[in-house]
Every structure is written in C-alpha cells, then in structure tokens.
C-alpha cells in the first residue's frame, strides 16, 4: 500500500509571483542527447523531478558520470566512458522516457537493448513509429519476449514519414539522424517548445538541422558532436498548472520567466473563460488574474501549437466550477479522462462517452478521497481540492513526485493550504519531512 498522500484544503484567492521550473519533459530527452557527446556537458535549470532521478540512474548504468547540484539546478555530465548499450527493465519500467535512449545509442554503438516499455494507465503507448522509421534506417529489429534488441552496421539516411507528429518518435529519429551520414528528413515532425530545446542542444554540439514549415525537419549527419551547456527551457506544462490553480481560487499570478508565445492556444482559452492574462514583450513574463465568475469553453487537444493534453485534466478541474456546459475531447491519449470519475467523487458533473467529456458547472465541489491516475490527473485534483469545501485526500502521489518538482511548495508560497503526509510504523499519517525517499518511490507513468 502507498503510504504517501496528498491533503488540501480550501484555499481561495492564490497570489504571488513563482518561477517556473526547467521542462521535464526538455530535460529527460536532452539528458538522453548527451550520449551522442564524449566528455562533460552542464545543463542548468534542472528540475529535481522523480523522473529526473530515473534518467541519472540510466545514465549511470550505461557508464555515464552525473553529478547534480539540486539547489542550484545545475547537472554536470561526464559520457566520457561509456560503455553499454542494455537498460535494465527496472530502470525501463519506472520511466517510459528510457527509450529516448534508443536513438543515440543505436548512433553511437549501432546496438541498443531495453526492456519494452509497459503499457500505460493513460493509452496503449506503442512505439511502433519509432521502431518502423529505425527500420527504414536500416536497423534491426528484434522482439524476444518484453525484451528489445536493435542493431545496425551504418546507419542509412531517408526521408522518414510520421503517421502522427509523435514527440517522443521524432526526438528518437532526430537524435539517431545526427550522426547518420548523408541528409535525413522527419516529415510531420512534432514540433512542441520541448523538441525544440532539443534540436538548439544538437546544434549547439554541432548537428546540422534546419526546420521547414509546416513540420519537415532536415539533418545533415556528421561525424561527431561535442558536450555543451545548455539552459533548459521553462515548463510550460507546470506554468498552466499553477495558472489554473489560481484561475479557480480567483486569485493573481505572475510568472516572469514563462514564455506566453509558447501557450497561447491554453492562453487564449483562459481568456475566453474571462480571466485576463497579459503576455510581455516577446512573450516574456505572464500576469493572469482570475474573474470571479469564469464562463464555460469548448476545446480539444491536439499536437502542438495545438491545446496540449497535458493540461486538459487541470482545465477540466477548473471547467467543473463554471457557468454554463462545456466539451473537451481528448485526441492525443485514447484514455485519458479517468480522472473525471475522480472528480465526479467531488461532486463534478461530467459525462464521457469516447473521448469526450461534458462539463455541466456546479455551484460547489466538495473534499473528498480520490486517487491520482497519472501526472496531470494528480495535478487536477490537487486544483479541484484548493476551491472545494472541506479536506481533500489524494492518493497515488508518486505521480505528482515524477512530474512536478515540490510543486506544493510553490502553491504554499501562493497562499494555498497543501501538504504531503506519509504513514509512520503506527500507520498514522504526518507531513513528509524526507522528500528523497518519496521520490524513490516514483513509479511508472
Ligand atoms: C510526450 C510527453 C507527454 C505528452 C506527449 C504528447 C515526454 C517525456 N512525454 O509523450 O508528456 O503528453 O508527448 O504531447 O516528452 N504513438 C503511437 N506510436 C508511437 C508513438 C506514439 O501510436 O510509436 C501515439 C501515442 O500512443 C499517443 C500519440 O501517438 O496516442 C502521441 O504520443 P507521443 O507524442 O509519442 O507522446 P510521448 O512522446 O510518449
């Protein structure tokens, strides 16, 4: 039984100004980029995530040296020496971001074996694309069991077609296609900010990449890249959370080093729903002050500059609280609204049929117990819980460990009433004082 959880209560009207983490998802693939270098790379503004934990142990297992200065966000690198090529199912299972390692290791030591990745509360999660386009790459490809092997002599370059702008499939090919000599192109390339960060690091070491509208990107490979610095970019996925939570406290929040041009379909969302949201210039710096009254929106999720999926479960918790009935569908993940009967346990009304959700607003949501079911569901409910009355108790946290770093911390620096317990030897809950050993207990996404 998972002995960690989270309380929140009530907690109207957060204020303040946060800064914003380094991107979770920037970090883990950059992180898993640097096995294309030989020698010591630093990364800055690293999140001190559970999942961030998960790739240090993978590197680590392949022979890397990584040192991390959590309260100075910094992470020293050295892939000096190494030397292995298999990731361990223990490792493979904890993080289904491990097989980001397929590419570089696939460039470097033309073999990679991993476990497969399980298969995921919030959708099948297949990597099919990423093994088809290896494939036409000229690698190797064999399943025994849950296990995977690839192998390649050279690797070939071609023109490799998405059937859907997958990140995690393009971030693969990209980082394999650097180092593959002559010009590949990823068409239907995905595009989010957190890709991006990838393809400024790769060029930092010294790829060749060009990006054409509306999504092709073009690497010309080369023979070796060199370690970099690198700052990682905001996490725009942790700046929409904290927006909504104050959205439905009715409160104000300013985020200085967020970038509003990198949200603006969630942006312009909120601005519909009434609350005023002002973007800097450049995009830089967002003031979002809540309305009092928010009205009922429509919107669907979609790759990006589309709505992102990773904040359809915050906004739904928000939508629950507004005048009037609104539609979300889920196009990315084929089942990802299993927080909704979550929230129904709060007193939302919401009806799913497929993949879509009706939101009918109620007056009031209501404390109660109710259980995470991925990173951005646990994230949902913690915003449910700060504008219902009473206590809400919220299990399977390690989901919110993985995805946000003391994410609590910044909400009670705002103002809400938020803290994590765990179960002493009695069985009797008390707030967490050893954060480290609740990261440990991280588990699969
Ligand atoms: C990444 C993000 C995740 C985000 C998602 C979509 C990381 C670590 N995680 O996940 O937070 O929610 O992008 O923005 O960056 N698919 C296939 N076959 C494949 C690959 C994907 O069918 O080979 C499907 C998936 O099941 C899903 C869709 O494509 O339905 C999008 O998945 P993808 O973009 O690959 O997500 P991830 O890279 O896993």
Known sequence: MENTR?????????????????AKNAVLVIMASLLLTRGKSVLKNVPASADVSHMIKLLEQLGAQVGFEKDAKIMHVDTSFVDKYKVSPEIMNKMRASVLVMGPLLAHFGQVDLALPGGCIIGARPIDYHLKNFERMGVDVEIKGSFLCASVKKLTPQRLVLEYPSVGATENLLMAATCTIGTTHIVNAALEPEVLDLVDVLKKMGARITIHPPATIEIEGVCS???????????????????????????????????????????????????????GKDGNGIVFRATKSPRAVSFKTSPYPGFPTDLQAQTMANLCLCQGKSLVQETVF?????????????????????????VSGVE?????????TDIRASAALVIAGLAAKGTTIIKGVHHWKRGYEKLEDK???????????????????????????????????
Not at 6 to 22: A, W, Y
Not at 252 to 279: C, R, W
Not at 364 to 372: H, M, N, S
Request: net charge negative; with cysteine.
């Open 6 to 22: 989270l309380i929140v209560k009530q907690s109207l009207s957060l204020s303040g100004t946060v800064d914003v983490s380094g």
């Open 364 to 372: 009031e949501l209501y404390g109660a117990e109710v259980i995470a």
């Open 225 to 279: 890249l060199h370690p970099i610095e690198h700052e990682i970019v905001f996490d725009r996925l942790e700046a929409g959370t904290l927006i909504l939570a104050t959205a439905i406290t009715g409160g104000q929040l300013t985020l200085p080093n967020a970038n509003g041009y990198l949200m603006e379909t969630f942006l312009s969302k909120l601005d519909e729903m009434g609350h005023s949201v002002s973007i």
């Open 411 to 445: 909400l009670t620096k705002l103002g809400a009433n938020i803290w994590l317990e765990e179960a002493g030897e009695k069985g009797v809950f008390e707030p967490v004082v050893n954060y480290e050993k609740i990261s440990q207990e991280a588990e699969s996404f």
């Open 334 to 358: 084929e089942n990802r609204l299993l927080h909704v009967r979550e929230l129904e346990k709060m007193g939302a009304q919401v009806s799913v049929e497929c993949n879509m959700a009706r």
